[in-house]
């Protein structure tokens, strides 16, 4: 069992920056890949950026990438979402996600995770 936290949201103008955090429970972070994800009002859930288990290879939407980076430190047991340049459809309810894995590899979607943290928000002001 995996426990999510996820915290670094707020209010942030056009332009602007956030970082936000994930921090999982266990003893076995580096057995997860881990995901970040977004909901905003009255549309579903989408893929925002993946880093493997050991951090090696990321994967990001076509929306986020350039702007967006995902990182990990296994020795925290977190997981970051580094977003620059943030634009007023970046706003949503952001959640990290968790999968157990034994291969490098990165995940895009929402079936593929087992875990999931209750989410922080992000509303970028135009």
């Known amino acids: 069992q995996v426990q999510l936290v996820e915290s670094g949201g707020g209010l942030v103008q056009a332009g602007g920056s956030l970082r936000l955090s994930c921090a999982a429970s266990?003893?076995?972070?580096?057995?997860?890949?881990m995901g970040w994800f977004r909901q905003a009002p009255g549309k579903e859930r989408e893929f925002v950026a993946s880093?493997?288990?050991?951090?090696?290879?990321?994967n990001y939407a076509d929306s986020v990438k350039g702007r967006f980076t995902i990182s990990r430190v296994n020795a925290k047991n977190t997981v970051y979402l580094q977003m620059n340049s943030l634009k007023p459809e970046d706003t949503a309810v952001y959640s990290c996600?968790?999968?157990?894995?034994?291969?490098?590899?990165?995940?895009?979607?929402?079936?593929?995770?087992?875990?999931w943290g209750q989410g922080t928000q992000v509303t970028v002001s135009s």
């Open positions: 996600a968790a999968k157990s894995t034994r291969y490098t590899s990165t995940y895009r979607l929402r079936n593929d995770y087992d875990y």
């Open positions: 266990g003893r076995t972070f580096n057995n997860y890949a």
């Open positions: 880093i493997s288990r050991g951090g090696s290879n990321t």
